[in-house]
């Protein structure tokens, strides 16, 4: 089943707008979804920049208030933007959490919710035809916020 709607946490959005690979979002999906928190996070913290600065107009951004923390998520002990990320994808079947934290990322999968990383989203992006390499992407990450050697392991291991 083809992935359509993803609900984001900040360090994929940072990382994609820092790479100027943010427009490989509504090339892929239908729907992208930003909890007030994670909002917050990338538009009002310590990532203020330029390239960052995009998400506040980009229209395709959907900013979506989160009506609380799922307990099971809570459980955690995650940030307020993972677990926010999580919380909206238990309630909302069909998106995918797109998360990168390893922990977000457990989290996820012992409560089966769906996720999609940083790596796994240039993978799908190859596969529709939006970009010709997943390295040369890569190559475009560096420096930015995740570990784009995790991204890359992540990446050749579903098939690259």
Known sequence: MPIKRVVINASPLIILFRGH????LPGLFSEISIPEAVWS??????????????????????????TGVSPSVAAWDLGIGESEVLSFA??????????????ARRCAKTLVIQTLGTGGMLVLAKRRGLIES???????????????????????????
């Open 21 to 24: 690979l943010e427009g490989l």
């Open 41 to 66: 996070e990338v538009t009002g913290g310590g990532y203020r920049d330029e390239s960052v600065s995009g998400l506040i107009s980009a229209e395709w951004a959907k900013k979506v208030k989160v």
């Open 90 to 103: 238990m309630e909302h079947p069909g998106f995918h959490a797109m998360v990168d934290d390893k922990a």
């Open 134 to 160: 997943v390295a040369t992407e890569l190559d475009k990450l560096r420096g930015g916020v995740v570990d784009v050697r995790r991204i890359s392991r992540s990446a050749s291991g579903i098939g690259l």
